[in-house]
């Protein structure tokens, strides 16, 4: 997530689409799966996996930098130049969690017209919000329910699956 400069309402109805394909086809060159891609007319959420080659910010960097690069240089640039804050937030989700975040995101402009956006997911200024770990989650070693969800999800995947 990240946003426009000083915040400014770039992302109107007419900029949205323009800039979102640039984001979305930079990502996809880097060798990334984007899931979702939204936001309101001040910020953006992406939900992609970037490969382990690339560092989160040399992703977010190169698709905020094409995207403003190429729009400025188009018709519709020159008309209203287009500049993101140089800060962003980034989450990692497990594969449970992803089709939540993907709803979310999909959902960002009703979460901010209702006001039911999640305060965590949504901040990229301030200073952002430090380290943010969950409480642990009480596996230990010999704790039977993560044995057997172990277990479970050895008998679900072959290792022809992951070689």
Request: proline content about 4%; glycine content about 8%.
């Amino acid at each position: 997530m990240w946003g426009t400069k000083e915040r400014q309402p770039l992302l109107t109805s007419e900029v949205e689409p323009v800039i979102h394909t640039f984001l979305r086809v930079k990502a996809i060159g880097l060798e990334a799966t984007v899931f979702v891609l939204n936001g309101t007319e001040d910020h953006v959420h992406i939900v992609a996996a970037i490969p382990p080659k690339l560092a989160v910010a040399t992703f977010v960097g190169q698709i905020k930098a094409v995207a403003s690069t190429k729009f400025n240089k188009s018709t519709t640039g020159s008309q209203w130049p287009f500049f993101w804050q140089d800060e962003y937030g980034a989450f990692a989700f497990d594969g449970k969690r992803l089709p939540n975040v993907i709803a979310y995101v999909e959902q960002q402009k009703k979460h901010h017209a209702q006001r039911t956006t999640i305060p965590i997911l949504a901040r990229a200024t301030d200073g952002g919000v430090g380290i943010v770990r969950e409480n642990a989650s009480g596996y230990l070693v010999e704790d039977a329910a993560w044995r057997t969800e172990m277990l479970q999800l050895g008998e679900s995947h072959s290792w022809d699956d992951v070689l």
